[in-house]
């Protein structure tokens, strides 16, 4: 892979063999030489004469340092190149011979700074294989010198030639003298517009890429430097080119059409300084390089040394549909470097818990004490949490909290059910239970159930959050202070015996926030509960008294979305300050920040063995964290628009997407590819789970539908020689219909939080919306 690192003005850049440039160190400027005779002004130097032949000029005295000042050295290659160009060989010759540039000093003089104005034109290419070789090329690299020998020279003449003498130097130096003027942008973007419209089939599509974060690039450097009416022009003639999903961008750009506005815009201040990555094949990018160097494109083409990475594959090109499904987000195309990190995606060991005989069973044993047939698939479940999973990362990788007593019973309660749990796949869907908030007019923001379904949360836009139970039993809160000393904690009911009935319901409303509660989760446990708000701040509420233990304040602006680990303890935030934060419930401040995102991050995660955090954001990636160190170890690009959803599969291995495009995305993370594009909704995904086992994964939206999809048969038809394709992914199919097993309507309800219970049941919610 080679990429195009930013250069010095200084810098000589050279071709190497990966197609990528290097940086070389400026050549040594000549050697000082004594004044040589230079041509009067206006003396015609090699200047075609009308019989098609130049004229030589006054031979110089011998003398081994003689050599032409540097301004006329620049207009000597100039001529040199038309002479060569016309095919006037013999004329060619005769100047080099008796201006004494033998090959060497050609390429002396093409390298060597002309003065303290000159620089080095990026990505030109020399070699040191003589003049001729220089010749042909004295456009892309030989010039860069002449920047400087057109500002020294008078008005009208070049090296003391009269311009209208000689038209083709003036073009090639005219490039150079007008580079940066801001009426030429047009003219220098329709140029590679139409360059690349007229490429070949199987490099338009990789070179189309280009069309986007040049428009962008080209728009703010005229913003940047106070041109207007040239950047309302520029924008209003090529906005119309550039792909629908980013028609989003484009409305922001839009809205900036001043150096003040650039100040206050947080994302485009990051689109500037950030490098945008393309994947391009060698090939294509050899045809960019090419042509913009024999066009003299400087202009873009420090652009795309300045502000673009373009990351170069060996192998064929890729299709217009390979590309599509991995472009869209704001910063282009994640880098293949940046998931190469090693990630430990197995599950941890679960702890060996005895599961005892429970009152059914020793009823289920007959006369001669056999037990039921069941049993023994219990046993197999205990022995399967047992084994050590290869790409489980060390169980004392992060500290976790210790099991206390609660907790192993919950987890025995969660071994009967599995035992009962049904066996999802295409011959048997799930049932789907859905919990419809109706007269929600306090606006339903945010939707969590717990572990064993036993309640559910709704957070509000009247900054309330709400708690019900969805079973017979009611919810209530610990007796007061006075009433505990009466109780007996020796009894065995003493959990039953601290609850006051007086406070039994069915509802209980929280109130603390300050604005709109966006995001709700319980604790493993059930006996707490986090919300966060517009208001910045995250509350930890305790399920035995229904108050507010704590409020966590890190984030300054809205808190989109808050998660609990799945071990407890831990919890992650992420909000409109672009970065998640990871946080332990007896810290008040965050113990990781984690920051990469380009705009806010909407939704967060934990994988389920807790060692690594997603976050979704608005600039429509997905990044990986490592909670142990803070590092972003995956990059996701694909999605066109900001991503809402996220879930694990229970195994730990994939992990869906899904954002406001309305497209579900797969992703392999030990490889870190995309796997899968699931179509069929036509609205935002807002919610996302797999089945208990992970054979179903079903998909909830604001078009009012929920959807189940075959997660099995995109999982196992992967083809593992695919994963070491140069190109950084593998083909998707065209159509995913047959992937969709069942889609359910509602009447009027978008679907906003999915729920699988231990037993396999889909619970579904959201809030009614008349029309």
């Known amino acids: 892979m080679a990429a195009l690192p930013e250069e010095p003005a200084e810098v000589v850049v050279k071709p190497d063999p990966d197609g990528g440039v290097l940086p070389q160190p400026p050549p040594a400027p000549p050697p000082a030489a004594p004044p040589s005779t230079a041509p009067a002004e206006g003396e015609a130097v090699g200047a075609p004469g009308s019989g098609g032949e130049a004229a030589p000029s006054k031979p110089a005295p011998p003398g081994p340092a003689a050599s032409p000042a540097p301004t006329d050295r620049q207009t000597l290659l100039a001529v040199l ?7 006037l060989h013999e004329s060619e010759d005769i100047l080099r011979r008796e201006a004494r540039l033998l090959g060497e000093e050609v390429a002396a003089v093409a390298l060597s700074p002309a003065g303290p104005g000159a620089q080095g034109t990026p990505g030109g290419e020399t070699d040191a294989t003589g003049g001729e070789a220089l010749l042909s090329r004295v456009a892309g690299g030989g010039v860069a010198a002449g920047a400087s020998a057109t500002a020294a020279a008078p008005p009208g003449k070049v090296g003391g030639v009269p311009v209208e003498d000689q038209p083709d130097v003036s073009a090639v130096l005219s490039a150079y003298k007008q580079q940066g003027d801001p009426a030429l942008y047009e003219e220098y973007y329709s140029g590679l517009k139409h360059f690349i419209e007229c490429a070949l089939d199987c490099h338009r ?16 450097e005229l913003v940047y430097n106070q041109h207007e009416n040239e950047a309302k022009s520029f924008f209003e003639k090529f906005h119309g080119d550039q792909e629908c999903y980013y028609q989003d961008d484009l409305r922001v750009l839009s809205g900036l059409t001043k150096k003040e506005h650039m100040k206050g815009n947080e994302t485009m201040l990051d689109f500037r300084t950030s490098k945008f990555v393309l994947r391009i094949s060698r090939d294509s990018y050899q045809l960019l390089k090419r042509h913009l160097q024999e066009k003299q494109n400087n202009q873009i083409w420090n652009i795309v040394q300045e502000h673009l990475y373009i990351d170069i594959f060996d192998g064929m090109p890729r299709s217009k549909q390979q590309i599509d499904a991995m472009v869209g987000s704001l910063a282009g195309e994640a880098k293949r470097e940046a998931n190469k990190a090693k990630v430990f995606f197995g599950l941890l060991k679960e702890p060996e818990i005895e599961v005892p005989l429970d009152d059914e069973d020793e009823e289920g044993e007959n006369e001669e004490g056999k037990p039921k047939k069941k049993k023994p698939k219990r046993e197999s479940m205990g022995s399967k949490s047992k084994k050590q999973d290869p790409n489980a990362p060390p169980q004392t990788r992060i500290p976790l909290p210790e099991l206390k007593d609660s907790d192993k019973l919950d987890k025995i309660m969660n071994m009967k059910e599995a035992t009962k749990r049904v066996r999802l796949g295409p011959e048997c869907l799930p049932s789907i239970c859905f919990y419809t908030f ?41 007796k007061s202070a006075a009433d505990l000393s009466l109780i007996d904690k020796e009894s065995d009911d003493v959990l039953e015996r601290i609850m006051d009935e007086k406070t039994a319901s069915e509802l209980k409303i929280l109130y603390g926030h300050s604005g709109p509660v966006y995001g709700t989760s319980f604790s493993p446990d059930r006996n707490y509960l986090l919300s966060c708000s517009e208001d910045g701040t995250v509350r930890l509420w305790s399920l035995q008294t229904f108050t507010c233990l704590v409020g966590y304040k890190g984030h300054n602006y809205p808190v989109w979305d808050t998660q609990f680990s799945p071990y407890g303890y831990y ?34 995660r934990f994988h389920p063995n807790s060692n690594y955090i997603a976050t979704g954001s608005a600039d429509r990636t997905v990044r990986l964290w490592d909670v142990l160190n803070g590092n972003c170890v995956r990059i996701f690009t694909g999605h066109k628009g900001p991503i809402h959803s996220l879930a694990f599969s229970p195994n730990g291995r994939f992990l869906a997407t899904g954002a406001t495009d309305g497209r579900v995305l797969l992703w392999d993370i030990g490889h870190g590819l995309m796997v899968g594009e699931l179509k069929g909704h036509t609205d935002t995904v807002y919610a996302l789970r797999f089945s208990r086992e992970g054979e179903i994964l079903a998909s909830g939206s604001m078009d009012n539908t929920v959807r189940l999809w075959d997660a099995v048969k995109v999982f196992e038809d992967l083809e593992t020689d695919d994963f070491t394709t140069a190109t950084g992914h593998i083909n998707l199919p065209e159509n995913s219909q047959d992937l969709l097993l069942g889609t359910y309507m509602t009447k009027s309800t978008p679907v906003i939080h999915l729920h699988f219970t231990r037993r396999n049941l889909l619970l579904a919610s959201g809030a009614y919306s008349p029309q």
């Open 81 to 87: 190149q038309f002479l060569r160009r016309n095919n």
């Open 438 to 478: 109706l007269n929600a007019y306090q606006g339903l923001t945010a939707v969590d159930v717990t572990d064993d379904s036993s309640m559910i949360v709704g957070g509000f836009a009247d900054s309330t959050v709400r708690v019900w139970s969805v079973t017979p039993k009611k919810l209530r809160s610990v």
């Open 205 to 220: 599509a990789e070179l189309s890429q280009l069309f986007y974060p040049l428009f962008v690039h080209m728009y703010l």
């Open 571 to 604: 919890f992650v935030s992420g909000g409109h300050d672009r970065v998640a934060r990871l946080w332990a419930t007896d810290h008040y401040q965050p113990l990781r920040i984690f920051a990469g995102h380009l705009a806010d991050v909407t939704c967060t």
